[in-house]
């Protein structure tokens, strides 16, 4: 059975209120976290962006649920050595209730050294290289690898949890499906793809769990609720890559000019209609998906946890 979890924005919310969400979302009856990695919000609109590895530990006190991150790039402005020792300590402090998610990331988060941000297939390069010396690292030993993005002296992690921490593999496309496939520990997306989902399969994924993530609106006035994802998560419905390569908040703020309200709407399941809300989650799980993290956009967050408590998750999961 498809289990449900709460997706905690980063890009929306302060440090201590991510860790109340937590806690609401604990008693709500969801059973995982999902919390995003960003450097910057995608909007001055959204308007937070705290280092995520601290709110993790926070985290680790506030909650007895599983943890991942939804997704840490560990390619360019982190260090796949420091991503790794971030992610062993999560998973100590979780007692070994966390898991990685990995992506290729963007530039609006990666390009703040400075770095020039490569094409695609390039990232998804790095990518597969930086999973590499980080299994290295969880096993415990000293690690020295010379490779053809990373280089790695004498490294070895003292604070490693029982278990190498899982690492789950975002993909949005074919190719990165692939990749998901031949080097992760599960699949991390955010559409009801059941394609990706039977591609990641055969492509190696096998019985290994596919994940994904939604955004949602609850609220008792649905045009207001409707105005509210557009205003905030616009970004969102973005064709193509540009959300992979606009580099700053102020260029997406420029470019989701072009979204109509209309296409937000169609996508974000808005209001207080329970069947909605059913059907938007319950996609996920025909498709396949072994979890679904859903996040509330805006600040009625407790609102929105009495409504999943009493009336929708009680539908899902039985």
């Known amino acids: ?8 924005s980063c890009e929306e919310h302060s440090p201590a209120t991510l860790v109340e969400q937590a806690r609401m979302a604990e008693q709500a009856g969801f059973t995982s976290l999902w919390i995003s990695d960003h450097f910057h919000p995608w909007t001055g609109e959204q308007g937070q962006s705290p280092f995520v590895w601290s709110v993790i530990g926070a985290l680790s006190q506030a909650t007895s649920l599983p943890v991942q991150t ?3 790039c560990p390619t360019i402005r982190l260090h796949p ?7 062993a300590t999560s998973a100590v402090l979780l007692g070994g209730r966390f898991r990685l998610g990995v992506g ?6 990666e390009h703040v050294l400075g770095d020039a941000w490569p094409q695609a297939p390039v990232r998804l390069e790095m990518l597969e290289e930086a999973v590499q010396v980080m299994r290295l690292l969880f096993e415990g030993g000293e690690v020295s690898h010379r490779g053809k993005h990373y280089t790695v002296e004498n490294a070895r992690l003292y604070t490693v949890p029982d278990e190498p921490v899982p690492i789950d593999v975002s993909a949005f496309g074919p190719a990165a499906v692939e990749v998901a496939g ?3 520990d ?3 997306t955010t559409e009801p793809d059941g394609d990706a989902v039977a591609r990641f399969r055969r492509g190696g994924g096998g019985s290994k769990p596919a994940v994904a993530g939604l955004k949602v609106c609850w609220g008792p006035d649905r045009e207001a609720a409707r105005d509210l994802a557009h205003r905030l998560w616009a970004a969102e419905r973005l064709p193509g890559e540009l959300a992979q390569i606009l580099p700053t908040p102020a260029h997406f703020e420029q470019a989701v000019t072009l979204v109509p309200r209309e296409l937000t709407a169609a996508a974000v399941t808005c209001g207080t209609d329970v069947d909605e809300h059913v059907r938007a989650l319950g996609a996920y799980a025909d498709a396949g998906f072994d979890r679904v993290h859903v996040g509330q956009i805006g600040p009625d967050q407790r609102g929105f946890f009495d409504f999943y408590r009493t009336e929708v998750l009680p539908r899902l999961t039985t």
């Open 1 to 8: 059975m498809t289990e449900y979890g709460y997706f905690l």
């Open 70 to 72: 939804a997704v840490t």
């Open 104 to 109: 290729s990331g963007e530039a609006l988060n």
């Open 182 to 184: 031949r080097i992760g």
């Open 81 to 87: 050595v420091v991503v790794a020792q971030a992610a």
């Open 186 to 188: 599960g699949l991390l």
